[in-house]
């Protein structure tokens, strides 16, 4: 599943987080139909997989412009994230990219997660996996100026890590990362070649 000969060719990788090191997929979907609806937002199961990892304030103001609506986005995020984090307990998982590549490698080489959700998002999710001391670097949405499909996300982190984009390998399962990736100079895998990944919200 792993080819770990090629990963171990880069200095450093940098880990998106839901989908890539974390099953919160379902938790997310859920959210995201308990707040859309409850505001009357529209949105489909294609334009909502189209918008993975983007920012959840992003998406909000990305759905309410396109179905000409103007709504309190804060709102509806505070909404979404607290029913997020209600479902969390019970959804969360790893992924087989944490057993099989992260947790052989702690210590070994610098690792960073670079992720469209916000840094406290981001650490209570890797505080549930385990993972919140090993993966000290994190970088959130909240930390850029340009988000993905921009490629700060990646960027802050390599320099965090202080390797140069070009050592690095970014893991990921969306294509605003991929794109971001590629903007940054550094190698990518996309794991939704690895192994089945949830179906998009419906």
Not at 57 to 66: F, K, M, N, S
Not at 74 to 91: C, E, G, H, I
Not at 107 to 129: E, F, S
Request: proline fraction near 6%; glycine fraction near 6%; include cysteine.
């Amino acid at each position: 599943m792993f080819d770990l000969a090629h990963y171990r060719q880069y200095r450093a990788w940098i880990f998106d987080l839901d989908g890539t090191l974390s099953n919160t997929l379902q938790a997310h979907d859920l959210a995201w139909q308990h707040a859309l609806d409850h505001f009357a937002i529209p949105y489909t199961a294609e334009r909502m997989q189209q918008l993975g990892g983007v920012p959840i304030p992003d998406t909000v103001e990305i759905l309410a412009r396109e179905a000409g609506m103007t709504v309190d986005v804060k709102a509806v995020v505070t909404r979404r994230d607290a029913r997020f984090y209600q479902l969390l307990p019970s959804t969360l998982s790893a992924t087989p990219l944490v057993a099989g590549v992260v947790e052989p490698h702690l210590g070994q080489r610098p690792m960073a997660v670079g992720t469209g959700c916000y840094t406290d998002m981001a650490r209570r999710i890797l505080a549930g996996l385990g993972l919140d001391s090993a993966l000290e670097v994190v970088i959130g949405a909240d930390q850029v100026a340009n988000p993905k499909p921009a490629p700060d996300t990646f960027l802050l982190a390599a320099e965090r890590l202080g390797v140069a984009p070009a050592d690095c390998l970014v893991f990921e399962d969306a294509d605003a990362g991929l794109t971001a990736a590629r903007a940054a100079g550094m190698a990518s895998v996309d794991v939704r070649t690895l192994w089945a990944v949830a179906r998009p919200l419906q």
